[in-house]
């Protein structure tokens, strides 16, 4: 199954990044999110299917 980490910004998506493996999404989200506080107030990492398996916001 395919993962998307999707990237918020205020006016809305400003970006989607796929992964093999929820563990490598996750991950990536977390890592990224302090790295791109500029100008982002949320990250998601969805399914295929669209189910939301992890969130974050901040700012």
Do not use: C
Request: net charge positive.
């Amino acid at each position: 199954m395919a993962y998307t980490v999707i990237w918020y910004g205020r006016q809305g998506i400003v970006e989607k990044t796929p992964f093999d493996t929820e563990k490598a999404a996750r991950d990536h989200a977390l890592a990224a999110f302090q790295d791109r506080k500029s100008g982002i107030v949320a990250v998601e990492v969805r399914k295929d299917n669209g189910t939301v398996v992890f969130s974050q916001a901040g700012g």
